[in-house]
T-cell receptor, first 115, second 110 residues
Framework: NAGVTQTPKFRILKIGQSMTLQCTQD?????MYWYRQDPGMGLKLIYY???????DKGEVPNGYNVSRSTTEDFPLRLELAAPSQTSVYFC??????????????FGSGTQLSVL | QQPVQSPQAVILREGEDAVINCSSS?????VHWYRQKHGEAPVFLMI?????EQKGHEKISASFNEKKQQSSLYLTASQLSYSGTYFC???????????FGGGTRVLVKP
């Protein structure tokens, strides 16, 4: 059971470049999230999804896009990279129903530097 | 909507106790607690649902005061392994987005 898998683990981008951070989970979780964590700071919610085909903005969505075409995958797209997007990105998933409220399972993170 | 944690940092000697608070300006449906070690992903500690329940995990426990819109995490008889940054995450409604506080850095010294 792999859990939540993020790729790549590290990436350096030049200003203005684009890239997609990949996130896959094999636990059939309906909820998925993208957070960013700046050095020494807390987790900021970028986007989240409650199921395939449904996404919504979090606290800091500007400069990012997401899609959720399958239950397993939740890629995060950076279109025009800026130095302010230098951060560690965590993908997370969980199972949520009216009867259950379960913990987040986190991926190992992607360290992104924009130079 | 982001919860506020206090204190921002705490230094303990092994065996001492500490309390970390998590407050919200809105009514809460649930509170999650996670601990993060440097360079790692956050690790789950516990979830509390509205109803004022208290939960425990070894010598770490938490309470949820629905009326005060506040949760507290209690570190009892702290161990070196308790060092890390503790985050609370909150939902204001069932199935809503989960947002995190700024974290509380805990350092336990021998």
């Amino acid at each position: 059971n792999a859990g939540v898998t993020q790729t790549p683990k590290f990436r350096i981008l030049k200003i203005g470049q684009s890239m997609t951070l990949q996130c896959t989970q094999d636990m059939n979780h309906n909820y998925m999230y993208w957070y960013r964590q700046d050095p020494g700071m807390g987790l900021k919610l970028i986007y989240y999804s409650v199921g395939a085909g449904i996404t919504d903005k979090g606290e800091v969505p500007n400069g990012y896009n997401v899609s959720r075409s399958t239950t397993e995958d939740f890629p995060l797209r950076l279109e025009l990279a800026a130095p302010s997007q230098t951060s560690v990105y965590f993908c997370a998933s969980r199972s949520w129903t009216v009867a259950t409220n379960e913990k987040l399972f986190f991926g190992s993170g992607t360290q992104l530097s924009v130079l | 909507q982001q919860p506020v944690q206090s204190p921002q940092a705490v230094i303990l000697r092994e065996g001492e106790d500490a309390v970390i608070n998590c407050s919200s300006s809105k009514a809460l449906y649930s509170v999650h607690w996670y601990r993060q070690k440097h360079g790692e992903a956050p690790v789950f500690l516990m979830i509390l649902l509205k109803g004022g329940e208290q939960k425990g995990h070894e010598k770490i426990s938490a309470s949820f005061n629905e009326k005060k819109q506040q949760s507290s995490l209690y570190l009892t008889a702290s161990q070196l392994s308790y060092s890390g940054t503790y985050f609370c995450g909150t939902e204001i409604a069932a199935g809503n987005k989960l947002t995190f506080g700024g974290g509380t850095r805990v350092l336990v010294k021998p």
